[in-house]
């Protein structure tokens, strides 16, 4: 989206010459992954193994020889300050330790049984310490985990409808692909190949409007409310002070379960955003970077949902429940999990990404200021973001007002042609426990020459 706000302060002749300027240097940069993205185009759709790569800024993909710490390697031999961290996959940075040596040691053991192996006791124990919830489930990505406890809340509650936020993101379930558009709730014209109306059984209101959610929770038929704690893919939205604590009372009021997806929220410390804040949801997600790379996700509820999903299970006919695949819970991905909770993920290893982080974002508003442009600068623990308005955004709404794609990717390219990488939407950055304080220099002084070819 662009709106005539997103580009005060620039010129766009500036911004045309620029565009033109940067995919040059880039092409003349990357001789080596120009010819794998060109032996690659006749193999893959879009030339690509995942399309989502393709969403970069970069006139062809950019193709990574190793990754390591907070650092990414390109097959051109460019070192690259990784602030993108495959969009918080490896926000515990590329290949931990810990986590290499006990994924090579369960690789040898073997990786797929359909059974339970001895680190699932351990990361079970430690999933209810960290994140305070008694019970668990596994899945191999947040969208699994979305989606399986989709099917176990309509069946707990025998409701059917889902409330979400608008400009919400929860992976690639179907269900939560409604916008507000002016107002009216509407499916997503990007969803490909939906043939079912998710109007019908999907309800969509505005982030920190209290009396809409109560408005649309009054009608009773609400199964549960799906959010993230703080609204992270449409540009950092946080939620205003008492909001949750409002919310969370209406929707026990009126009979919903609440599930927070903190699969970017773990930024926030140890026991993501509900633990250092005092939420108490019903179920949560976490995805990406609990198995410090490797692809699993986890999802937890209280006792009393668990009792009633497991009634729901045993009432039903005997068959598949929709629920799971064969790769879930594999023996790899708890073996990943363990060494990332028990060794990587820990109390010191978030103080170090704090620290860093403020220090990022106090950085970023700094060189915002100092040349003139009226953006501003969101920080949720070790996760920052710089969105282009004065004031942050209140909504999915007033967030989308601020996307402004075209920039966007025109800063992104800059910025990796001056070896930093951050998400190839948004404006996000997050630190991970092998960034230094160089790496976070080196970022500012990249920063600053975009900034200023910019404004130039």
Known sequence: MNTP????????????????????????????????????????????PLHWMNDWSTPFSLHVREAQGAHVTDVDGHDLVDFCLGDTGAMFGHAPAAVVE?????????????????DSAWVGKELTRRFGLPLWQSALSASDANRFLLRWVRAATGRTKLLVFNG??????????????????QQRDSLLGQVHNLLDTTVVVEFNDLPALQAALNAGDIACVLAEPVMTNIGMVLPEPGYWQAAQAMIKQAGAVLILDETHTISSGTGGYSSAH???????VFGKPIGGGVPCAVYG?????????????????????????????????????????????????????????????QGLRATIAKHQLPWCVTQVGVRCEFQFGMQ????????????????????????????IMITPFHNMLLTCPATTTADIQRMLVAFDDVLQALTA
């Open 102 to 118: 006990a994924v090579q040691t369960q690789v040898a053991r073997g990786c797929t049984t359909m059974l339970a192996s001895e």
């Open 392 to 419: 942050p955004p209140r909504n999915g709404s007033e967030a989308g007002a601020l996307l402004d794609g075209d920039l966007e990717q025109l800063i992104h390219l800059m910025l990796l042609n001056r070896g």
């Open 5 to 48: 706000n997103t580009r005060q302060g620039l010129q766009q002749a500036t911004l045309d010459r620029l565009a033109a300027q940067e995919r040059q240097a880039f092409i003349t940069r990357n001789p080596q992954s120009q010819s794998l993205a060109q032996r690659s185009a006749p193999h893959w759709l879009f030339g690509v």
């Open 168 to 185: 919400c993101y929860h992976g690639t379930v179907d269900d939560v692909f409604v916008d507000l558009v002016d107002g009216k709730p």
């Open 278 to 284: 005092g939420l108490q949801p019903d179920a949560l």
């Open 301 to 361: 509820m209280s006792a009393e949902l668990a009792q009633r999903a497991m009634d729901a299970k045993r009432n039903a006919p005997p068959g598949h429940s929709g629920i799971g695949t064969t790769l879930t819970a594999n023996m790899l991905a708890m073996a990943a999990m363990r060494a990332t909770m028990g060794q990587v993920a820990t109390e010191a290893a978030y103080s170090h990404m704090l620290a860093l982080t403020t220090a990022l974002a």
